[in-house]
């Protein structure tokens, strides 16, 4: 009778192991299924790039009297209006006063420039749609360039939740007013100080105001 218990119990643990061990080996399709999924992403990812570069460099060819000039970040831009004469560009850290405005490729205006109004940024030390956090250092003051963005230079997949469609390129125009460093402007807004140079306006939360954020804390 013992023999025959212990008999049972070594079948039974036989079983319960044979049956980890073919749960555990069923598992390995999902994960070699799992990395064909990030494959096919990866693939649709820069099939989706492409398109949209395609649609930029139809834009492009459709004014050739516009010089523009390929970034090494992936974006394009042409110069409207030009400062040959300062060679400072803003830095990190600065403080940049621009405005802007955001049009679709075809031309048709997203956001006006009177509903994004004037903006102040702090360089590299905020959020801003990549492509102007980029293309702003490359500026001098008073210029005004037009940009050309592919999506994932702009608001990329999710959009701006409001007028900016998943994946969608942009045309923006940016003007920059001025530039200076941070403690100068710190200076100019202290209590009883009037700014000699600009009176700019602060950031308001709107959709989609660069969607800056501060990301610092002082």
């Keep these: 009778m013992n023999y025959f218990k212990v008999l049972l119990i070594v079948l039974f643990a036989t079983a319960l192991f044979t ?82 405005e955001i049009k679709d490729l075809k031309g048709n205006i997203i956001y006006s420039q009177e509903e994004l109004e004037p903006q102040i940024y702090k360089v590299d030390k905020q959020e801003i749609m990549m492509g102007l956090r980029d293309g702003i250092k490359l500026m001098r003051k008073t210029e005004k360039v037009h940009f050309l963005f592919t999506s994932h230079m702009g608001y990329g997949y999710h959009g701006d939740n409001n007028k900016i469609g998943t994946n969608q390129p942009l045309f923006c125009t940016v003007t920059l007013r001025d530039f200076m460093p941070e403690s100068k402007y710190n200076s100019q807004i202290q209590p009883n100080v009037v700014a000699k140079a600009i009176t700019p306006t602060p950031i308001k939360p709107i959709k989609p105001k660069s969607t800056i954020k501060d990301t610092l804390t002082n």
């Design 19 to 100: 049956g980890c061990k073919q749960h555990q080996e069923a598992r390995k399709p999902i994960s070699q299924s799992s990395g064909s999924f990030m494959k096919q992403s990866i693939a649709r990812n820069k099939k989706m790039i492409a398109g949209e570069e395609d649609q930029i460099e139809a834009v492009i060819k459709s004014d050739p009297t516009k010089k523009y000039i390929a970034s090494k970040k992936g974006y394009w831009y042409y110069y409207e209006t030009r400062n040959l004469t300062d060679s400072l560009t803003p830095k990190k850290g600065d403080i940049a006063f621009f405005d802007y």
